[in-house]
Every structure is written in C-alpha cells, then in structure tokens.
C-alpha cells in the first residue's frame, strides 16, 4: 500500500527524543498494523521488558507526542519575550570562558617545559653515562606528568568546545521563537527540530516537554 502524499511517520522526529519517566531510557518506535489502513505508529520504553522489574510507563502514539508539543510551544510563546530575555541572560553567562581560557593558557605553558624536560632527559642519558634504573624513573616520572597535565588540557579544551556549542543551540532557539508570531494548531517540524530537547512520560496525563533552553512545560 503507497503512502499518501500528505501521510508522514515521525520516526525519524521522534527518535531518541522521547524519554521514559520512570527509568530514563529512550523509547523506541513500534508499527502497528503496518500493512493495513490501520497502520500506527506508538513509542514505548526500550527497557520495558528487558529489566526484572518492569516499567509502568504506558506507550504513546505520534498523535499524543504531537499533541504534548503543540501545547507546550504555545505555552513557550505566550512567554516569549520573557523566555527570550532569560537565554539572553543565559548565553552571557556560558559564553564567559576566561577562566577556562587562562587555565588552558598555564596548561600550555606546563606541557611546553615537560616536553622539553622529557627531550632534555633523553639527551642527557643518550650522551652521558648514567644508572639506567634511574634515567628510567625519572623519565617515567616526567611523562606521567605530562599525561596528566593533557588530560586536563583535554578536559578544559572539551569545556569551552561544549559552552561554545550551548551557546551556538540556544541563539538558534531564540531566532527560532522570535520568528514566531503567533500560536500553532498542528505540528510542525522545524519548530520541533529547533527548539526541543526530548519529551518525558511519566504517565498518560503527565507527558512533559523540555525545551533547548532547560524549560520543561507540563501537558495539561
């Protein structure tokens, strides 16, 4: 049976975007009467019977996560200029890496003295006679150092590229809300893709909606 033109299956929206309330795992798309006019699509908790105690999470269809979104946007545009003017806010904040950037600046300078440390040691023991045991301990100990001054320059360079991308998601969150002037009545797909996070079942009335920018908004 050919879809119809106007026929669409969220799979793909809704992938690893819904959430289960009771054990924090994704759930996961089933088909119902996949070959028949009855064909619906409902998402259920991945770990539902792969854990000794089940979850009692219920499934949910395309049309309730549709119907949960719709609710909350609206919700989120009722506020908008309140919402836009705290990511505002928020982007200050995360944008201001100076310390990280000072601390990632005096990493640099410490691995720059190991590495020169370490070649010197080398140096020393290829041109001069030296106890090996010893040559080894304190070369060991130096590219122990160095490994450990890395992993904080990795951590530090993996902080300011995380902020950097906070940063980048929730300006495209507020052109998103911006450009929309008024409240919606169906689903739609950019609006999805551009300013949600994931959505949370707890239970049939208590499907919840957090936005990118750390908002979670109840369906009522």
Request: net charge positive; glycine share 4%.
């Amino acid at each position: 049976r050919a879809n119809g033109k106007n026929r669409h299956s969220g799979v793909g929206l809704f992938a690893s975007k819904i959430k289960c309330g009771e054990c924090g795992s994704w759930y996961g798309a089933k088909v119902w009467h996949s070959n028949d006019k009855y064909r619906k699509v409902i998402y259920c908790c991945n770990q539902k019977f792969n854990n000794e105690k089940k979850c009692k999470t219920p499934h949910i269809t395309e049309e309730e996560a549709k119907e949960a979104f719709i609710k909350a946007v609206n919700q989120l545009i009722l506020e908008k200029e309140e919402v836009i003017a705290n990511v505002q806010l928020a982007c200050q904040t995360i944008c201001n890496t100076e310390s990280l950037e000072q601390q990632l600046s005096a990493l640099e300078e410490e691995l720059k003295v190991l590495v020169e440390m370490v070649q010197n040691c080398i140096n020393e023991n290829a041109h001069a006679a030296q106890d090996q045991e010893n040559y080894h301990k304190r070369y060991n100990q130096l590219v122990d150092q160095y490994d450990a001054r890395k992993r904080e320059y990795d951590k530090i360079t993996e902080m300011i590229s995380n902020k950097k991308a906070k940063v980048e998601i929730l300006k495209s969150f507020i052109k998103k809300l911006q450009k929309q002037e008024r409240m919606i009545n169906e689903f739609d797909k950019s609006l999805w893709s551009s300013l949600v996070d994931f959505i949370t079942v707890y239970n049939k009335e208590d499907i919840r909606v957090t936005f990118k920018n750390g908002v979670e908004i109840k369906k009522y």
